[in-house]
T-cell receptor, first 115, second 110 residues
Framework: EAGVAQSPRYKIIEKRQSVAFWCNPI?????LYWYQQILGQGPKLLIQ????????DSQLPKDRFSAERLKGVDSTLKIQPAKLEDSAVYLC?????????????FGEGSRLTVL | RKEVEQDPGPFNVPEGATVAFNCTYS??????FFWYRQDCRKEPKLLMS???SGNEDGRFTAQLNRASQYISLLIRDSKLSDSATYLC???????????FGIGTKLQVIP
């Protein structure tokens, strides 16, 4: 079974530039998450989708970050304009519907460096 | 107060030692609890779920105390390969939000 796919794996940009990350979850997984993990910290939830609807984006800096999951499958996370403090790994995860284990399946992440 | 609190460590222990990690959570309505493992520059992966009755998987034992809102992970007979960051994870709330702690770094020394 294919895992969660993310791209690009690495991105280096200047501050004030824009960047977009793509995620394709495991087939059939209804819930998709974007987490931001800054070095030395735990993953912080940015946004959670259930199918193509947003269920939690309370920690998403909406002045610069946006995310969509138009057809309830793959998702894009955009940052515009980027700041130095956005340097982090952006992790996409998915989980199947009605899971009892609560297991999230993560992609390998997209590592962003803002100079 | 943070939703999930952990001691970031690092915990440096010799091979064969027993080590315990603790975690507290603030939302009494939380429903599910987990430990994830994250290797350096890798993504988090589920280590085990945590139940009030306690559960064991080989050298790993997890325990939940709902009254104290406290979760623990015990690793017996530590191996070099156990070196990683252990993330305490809590799930619950209206949208089944999944919240991670900062992680506890373990380094097992030969």
């Amino acid at each position: 079974e294919a895992g969660v796919a993310q791209s690009p794996r690495y991105k280096i940009i200047e501050k004030r530039q824009s960047v977009a990350f793509w995620c394709n979850p495991i087939s059939g997984h209804a819930t998709l998450y974007w987490y931001q993990q800054i070095l030395g910290q735990g993953p912080k939830l940015l946004i959670q989708f259930q199918n193509n609807g947003v269920v939690d984006d309370s920690q998403l800096p909406k002045d610069r970050f946006s995310a969509e999951r138009l057809k309830g499958v793959d998702s894009t996370l955009k940052i515009q304009p980027a700041k130095l403090e956005d340097s982090a790994v952006y992790l996409c995860a998915s989980s199947p519907p009605r899971t009892n284990t609560g297991e999230l399946f993560f992609g390998e992440g997209s590592r962003l460096t803002v100079l | 107060r943070k939703e999930v609190e952990q001691d970031p460590g690092p915990f440096n222990v010799p091979e064969g030692a027993t080590v315990a990690f603790n975690c507290t959570y603030s939302n009494s309505a939380s429903q599910s609890f987990f430990w994830y493992r994250q290797d350096c520059r890798k993504e988090p992966k589920l280590l085990m779920s945590v139940y009030s009755s306690g559960n064991e998987d080989g050298r790993f034992t997890a325990q939940l105390n709902r009254a104290s809102q406290y979760i623990s992970l015990l690793i017996r007979d530590s191996k070099l390969s156990d070196s990683a960051t252990y993330l305490c994870v809590v799930k619950g709330g209206g949208y089944q939000k999944v919240t991670f702690g900062i992680g506890t770094k373990l380094q097992v020394i030969p």
